[in-house]
């Protein structure tokens, strides 16, 4: 069974960085593609980013290409987001979501199966 817990969301002024880490307490985590979802309040949640477990693909949303690094710590069942040039507009509660390495990797949140709590990140400007 996969458990996913976040942490390291928090207040930031513009500019600032932030680090996310999502926390799999089951066994098969390297074997999942991990990815990373915001949602802000009235719109669709959105993917960010997500990294394959296998092979280490990774894909980034345009809108945080270039500020944004995804990871992962198999040995440790982490995946991290390192947030850097925070904008305001980064505003919103991320969430961590696993899904099997099955089929094409996907950017569509109805695709992950497992999900976190959620980690509120706020940008001030």
């Known amino acids: 069974q996969v458990q996913l817990v976040e942490s390291g969301g928090g207040l930031v002024q513009s500019g600032g960085s932030l680090r996310l880490s999502c926390a799999d307490s089951?066994?098969?985590?390297?074997?999942?593609?991990m990815a990373w979802f915001r949602h802000s309040p009235g719109k669709e949640r959105t993917f960010v980013a997500y990294?394959?477990?296998?092979?280490?693909?990774?894909d980034y949303a345009d809108s945080v290409k270039g500020r944004f690094t995804i990871s992962r710590d198999n040995a440790k069942n982490t995946v991290y987001l390192q947030m850097n040039s925070l904008k305001p507009e980064d505003t919103a509660v991320y969430y961590c979501a696993a899904r099997s390495d099955v089929g094409a990797l996907s950017r569509w949140y109805n695709d992950y199966h497992y999900w976190g709590q959620g980690t509120q990140v706020t940008v001030t400007s």
């Open positions: 990294i394959r477990g296998t092979d280490g693909s990774i």
């Open positions: 089951g066994r098969t985590f390297s074997t999942y593609v």
